[in-house]
């Protein structure tokens, strides 16, 4: 369960994209998330009655953890810096349908004892030590347990690979923490070396994002390439270019989301552009409750444009 995915292709540009579809994982349980969190899934842990987690309370892992602990029977706890009014009041995206999934979201900035402390310190200090019975995933899925979930993705993509009749392939994704990334390109550079993997960082910089491979894997031979556009974009900011290749991409059929996808698909364009022949198949990670929120924001920004 929740594994082996499909392949598809698009035209992009007049070039053949193959495209994985980890969006059709599950349809409760999907994506990027779904697969570094699919050690938690697979293995049993006795005495947990809850899961804990913090990070924005639009993030898709928020939604994702909620999924997670619903199969599971866990309870989630999710802390969060702030929730934004519209936040709260909207019956749409990924903390509506987290809430709905039974999540309890704490918001630290009213919390009284928090001290100034920020979300991960506050649960290690205050949450965990009072509590055997919770299970803690630190942000994004960011840690060795998501190499699970993420090298059963690489076996997948080896395997088609090999019924492909392709000699060369380059898997690209979009980073933010950089996991996914770092242990699919792990699982190349140990089993099959046509395979490489390419990324961009749309999360903080280049420098941030290669700190991040370091983290969980500290020799760099294992690292990923990365590719930057020429122009720097914040994470989460609107950009019109953004939702134009959105658009675009989206004419062909498949749906991606408008976080992390736009930057992705810059990418895709900039390297196919230098080197149109080359054979790349693009992760899609899922999201797309994401886009409920996302598009609404993008149609009241540019609504002379659209
Ligand atoms: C979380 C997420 C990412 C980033 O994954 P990392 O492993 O943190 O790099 C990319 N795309 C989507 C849709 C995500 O939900």
Redesign the pocket.
């Known amino acids: 369960m929740f594994t082996h995915t499909p392949v598809d292709s698009i035209d992009f540009n007049g070039c053949r994209v193959f495209v994985k579809r980890d ?1 059709l994982l599950h349809k409760d349980f999907s ?3 779904a697969r ?1 969190f699919a050690y938690f899934l697979h293995n049993d842990f006795p005495g947990i009655t809850r899961l804990v987690g913090y990070g924005s309370p639009v ?3 928020l939604y ?1 953890m909620s999924a997670l602990a619903k199969l599971k029977g866990w309870k989630l706890d999710f802390y969060t810096d702030h929730i934004a009014a519209q936040v709260l009041a909207s019956s749409k995206g990924n903390y509506a349908a987290a809430v709905e999934n039974g999540a309890n979201v704490i918001d630290l900035s009213l919390v009284a004892d928090r001290k100034g402390r920020g979300c991960k310190e506050y649960i290690e200090q205050d949450v965990l030590p009072n509590d055997s019975k919770a299970l803690f995933v630190p942000e ?3 840690c060795l347990y ?1 190499r699970e979930g ?1 090298h059963q993705l690489a076996k997948e993509i080896v395997n088609w690979f090999a019924s492909s009749q392709l000699d060369e392939l380059t898997v690209f ?11 699919l390109n792990e699982y190349f550079v140990l089993n099959n070396n046509n395979i490489k993997v390419m ?1 961009c960082a ?2 903080g910089d280049e420098d941030y ?1 290669n700190q ?1 491979f370091s983290e969980l894997i500290n020799d760099t031979s294992f690292h990923p390439e990365i590719i930057s556009t020429a122009k720097k974009y914040h994470f989460g900011k609107l950009y019109k270019i953004f939702y134009d290749i959105w658009r675009k991409v989206g004419e062909q059929g498949i749906e991606f ?1 408008l ?3 736009p930057k ?1 698909w810059m990418c895709v364009e900039q390297y196919l552009s230098e080197y149109p022949d080359a054979a790349i198949i693009y ?6 409750l ?1 886009n409920e929120t996302m598009l609404p924001r993008y149609q009241r920004k540019y609504t002379a444009v659209l």
């Open positions: 969006d994506g990027n998330k570094k993030a898709n892992s994702s994004g899925g960011r998501a993420v994704l979009p980073s933010g923490t950089g996991t996914t990334a770092v242990f990324t749309c999360v994002l991040q989301e976080l992390y996808d992705g992760i899609h990670q899922g999201g797309l994401g």
